[in-house]
C-alpha cells in the first residue's frame, strides 16, 4: 500500500479510468488496495433514481418551503439542484476548488475524501406547490395531477405538524450518513434565497429490500420487514404499481409518487411483550421470519393461520395495493417528556396512485392492525416524483418549461 496526496477529482477519474480499486483516506490521502472501487448510481436516466436502486444504509431526507412566488426561481431552483445532484452522485465536489481565502468554499467539503457509497438524490414536489390556501401558485394549478391528494386523516394519527407536509422533498441515501447528509446540506445552500428546510429526518439501516440481491432485513422490533416487498427486477410489477402510466400527466410519466410517514414504536412496551405476543402481533415467527404456521420466511401466507387482527394478515388483504416499500431506522435521541427513546421506522413507499394504494391500506391498517398497540404516526407527507431527467435537463423540466 503506498500513500501520496491527491485530489477527490483526480482519485474518481483514476478510478473510472483504471478500475483499480482507489479510496481515499483523511486528509485526502490517497490509498491503493485491491479490489477496492468507487461505488456510484447513475443519476441520468428514465426514472430517479434512489426508486429502484437497491436501497443503500443510510437516509437523509428533508421537505423544503419555497420562500418565492416566482415561477422562473422554482424553475431555476430545480435546474440548479439537478445539476448539484448530479455531480454529487458522481463523487463530484461542488463548484472549484477555493483559491479566494476571503470567500467561502462552495463545498461544504466534509464528503471529501468519502466514496459516493451509491449515492442518490431523489426530488418531489408537495401538493403546496400547485395550490396553497385556495390560491393558484406559480400558475400551475390546473397541471397538478389528479393522484396528488392530501393525505386524509388516518386512524391512529398522531401527526406534529411540524413534521408534516412541504413544497418539494429531497431523498439522499447512501452507504454512508455524512454522504447523504452532504448532499442534502449542499442543496440547501444552493436553494438558500428561494427555499428554508421546513424539516428532516435522518435514517440508518435500511427496513426493507428492493432488490433480488439483498437479504431482508429486521427493524426495530427485532422482525424482518417487508419479505413481500416488490423487487426492482420484477419489472412488470414495477411497471404496474409504481410508475406512472398514461393515465398521468405527460410531465409525470415514468415518475412516481412518494408517501413519507414517520412512525415511532413503543419500544418499551414491546420490550416487555411475551414472545408469542409479539409473534401474533406482527403474523410472522421472529426467528425465521415465516408466517406462522409455515417455516421459510418466503412460504406463502396462509390467512387461515394468522390471527384476524395480525399485521400481516391485514397487509395481504388487497393485491391492488401493493407499494414499493423503502423505509429506515431511526432515533432522535429520548423523548424529554416521557423518558422514553424516540426511535422508530421512518415509512416511505413508491406507487402509482396513493388513492388506490397506500392511503386505502393505511386506512385498513389504521382501524384494525394489532400492531398499532405499539406504534403511533407522528409525520406525513406526499409528494410526486417526476421521472428522470436527461443530460442537459433538469427535473421536473416537463412540469416548468422555459
Request: glycine share 12%; hydrophobic share 35%.
Amino acid at each position: 500500500m503506498t500513500r501520496e496526496k491527491i485530489s477527490r477529482r483526480e482519485l474518481l477519474t483514476l478510478a473510472g479510468a483504471a478500475g483499480s480499486g482507489l479510496a481515499l483516506g483523511a486528509g485526502g490521502t490517497r490509498v491503493l488496495a485491491a479490489g477496492t472501487q468507487s461505488r456510484t448510481e447513475p443519476f441520468h436516466g428514465e426514472h430517479q433514481g434512489g426508486v429502484a436502486t437497491p436501497q443503500q444504509e443510510r437516509l437523509h431526507f428533508a421537505a423544503f418551503d419555497l420562500t418565492t412566488e416566482d415561477p422562473a426561481e422554482l424553475r431555476e431552483l430545480m435546474r440548479g439542484w439537478t445539476e448539484a445532484a448530479a455531480r454529487m452522485c458522481a463523487g463530484t465536489p461542488l463548484g472549484k476548488e477555493s483559491s479566494t481565502p476571503y470567500l467561502p468554499p462552495d463545498d461544504t467539503g466534509e464528503a471529501l475524501g468519502l466514496d459516493p457509497g451509491r449515492l442518490t438524490i431523489t426530488f418531489g414536489f408537495g401538493p403546496t406547490i400547485f395550490e396553497k390556501d385556495g390560491e393558484d401558485r406559480f400558475g400551475l394549478r390546473n397541471r397538478r395531477p389528479d393522484a396528488l391528494v392530501e393525505i386524509p386523516p388516518l386512524p391512529g394519527d398522531e401527526l406534529d405538524p411540524k413534521r408534516c407536509g412541504g413544497d418539494l422533498c429531497v431523498q439522499a441515501c447512501s452507504d454512508d450518513a455524512q454522504v447523504a447528509f452532504h448532499a442534502v446540506r449542499n442543496l440547501a445552500r444552493v436553494g438558500r434565497g428561494v427555499v428554508v428546510m421546513r424539516w428532516a429526518q435522518p435514517g440508518f439501516g435500511r427496513a426493507s429490500s428492493t432488490s433480488r440481491t439483498q437479504q431482508t432485513p429486521r427493524n426495530l422490533m427485532g422482525f424482518k420487514d417487508g419479505t413481500n416487498n416488490i423487487r426492482a427486477e420484477d419489472e412488470e410489477e414495477m411497471r404496474r404499481y409504481v410508475w406512472v402510466g398514461r393515465e398521468g400527466p405527460g410531465w409525470m410519466r415514468g415518475g412516481t409518487y412518494l408517501v413519507a410517514r414517520r412512525i415511532r414504536m413503543r419500544i418499551e412496551v414491546w420490550d416487555r411483550s411475551p414472545l408469542t405476543e409479539q409473534e401474533r402481533t406482527i403474523g410472522r415467527h421472529r426467528k425465521s421470519g415465516a408466517p406462522l404456521g409455515k417455516e421459510d420466511e418466503f412460504d406463502p401466507v396462509d390467512p387461515g393461520l394468522l390471527p384476524s387482527d395480525s399485521h400481516v394478515r391485514l397487509a395481504h388483504q388487497n393485491e391492488e395495493q401493493k407499494i414499493l416499500r423503502r423505509s429506515y431506522s431511526f432515533t432522535d435521541g429520548m423523548d424529554p417528556e416521557t423518558g422514553q427513546l424516540d426511535a422508530g421506522l421512518f415509512f416511505i413507499c413508491f406507487q402509482r396512485d396513493p388513492r388506490r394504494q397506500f392511503i386505502p391500506l393505511q386506512r385498513r391498517l389504521g382501524s384494525r392492525d394489532r400492531l398499532m398497540e405499539y406504534i403511533e404516526h407522528d409525520g406525513s407527507a406526499i409528494f410526486a416524483c417526476p421521472p428522470g431527467a436527461r443530460r442537459g435537463s433538469f427535473v421536473g423540466d416537463g412540469l416548468l418549461p422555459s
